[in-house]
Antibody, heavy 121, light 113 residues
Framework: EVQLVESGGGLVQPGGSLRLSCAAS????????MDWVRQAPGKGLEWVGR??????????DYAASVKGRFTISRDDSKNSLYLQMNSLKTEDTAVYYC????????????WGQGTLVTVSS | DIVMTQSPDSLAVSLGERATINCKSS????????????LDWYQQRPGQPPKLLIY???TRESGVPDRFSGSGSGTDFTLTISSLQAEDVAVYYC?????????FGPGTKVDIK
């Protein structure tokens, strides 16, 4: 059974850093593109960024709103995905989801339950 | 960047009746080389992560009830729930994956009348 479990969320001050993790199970992480998507409280969904699979050399892309501040990485040996968030702003407050890109349709077929990041002084 | 819009913002439909949600992209999401629309629909129930319903604009994901259907091409798309059930109360989002940055519509909230 495919499972994605995020962790690492919490309260952080503006300008601070946080590292989110996404533990994957039930599939081989290196085969898949993986994305982070966020949702501010009571708001819609926003794509954060992508890491491609091993065959595509783990290249990454980011939304303009986080580029230069957030970094996506992965450790396929641990079946884990990470989101390093630096220089956090109050507008980064959101639930952060990791999601698996399905190879047969390029959409997000599996999502974690999300982890809440609150940026506040 | 591609901007996605949806209408209406919310709608209330009686049980067993049809619900229709519209989605429009600021530019075509039809990829000419494979004739596929890079548009999908997600359902998000309260307190839950989104769930994939429809991909390639009209292909139902495995396990999704056949009362959900998607249509449209280019820039104009529709999600139809043919006979609304109580468990369909949720927010529905369209999303384009034609080009980065991927983008979502603002969502349409569906309730029971």
């Amino acid at each position: 059974e495919v499972q994605l479990v995020e962790s690492g969320g919490g309260l952080v001050q503006p300008g601070g850093s946080l590292r989110l993790s996404c533990a994957a199970s039930g599939f081989t992480l290196s085969d898949h593109y993986m994305d982070w998507v966020r949702q501010a409280p009571g708001k819609g969904l926003e794509w954060v960024g992508r890491t491609r699979n091993k065959a595509n050399r783990y290249t990454t892309d980011y939304a303009a709103s986080v580029k230069g501040r957030f970094t996506i990485s992965r450790d396929d040996s641990k079946n884990s995905l990470y989101l390093q968030m630096n220089s956090l702003k109050t507008e980064d407050t959101a639930v952060y989801y990791c999601a698996r890109v399905e190879r047969y349709c390029s959409s997000w077929g599996y999502w974690g339950q999300g982890t809440l990041v609150t940026v506040s002084s | 960047d591609i901007v996605m819009t949806q209408s209406p913002d919310s709608l209330a439909v009686s049980l067993g009746e049809r619900a229709t949600i519209n989605c429009k992209s600021s530019q075509s999401v039809l990829y000419s080389s494979n004739n596929k629309n890079y548009l999908d629909w997600y359902q998000q129930r309260p307190g839950q992560p989104p769930k994939l319903l429809i991909y390639w604009a009209s292909t139902r994901e495995s396990g999704v009830p056949d009362r959900f259907s998607g249509s449209g091409s280019g820039t104009d798309f529709t999600l139809t729930i043919s006979s609304l059930q109580a468990e369909d109360v949720a927010v529905y989002y369209c999303q384009q994956y034609y080009s980065i940055p991927f983008s979502f519509g603002p969502g349409t909230k569906v309730d029971i009348k």
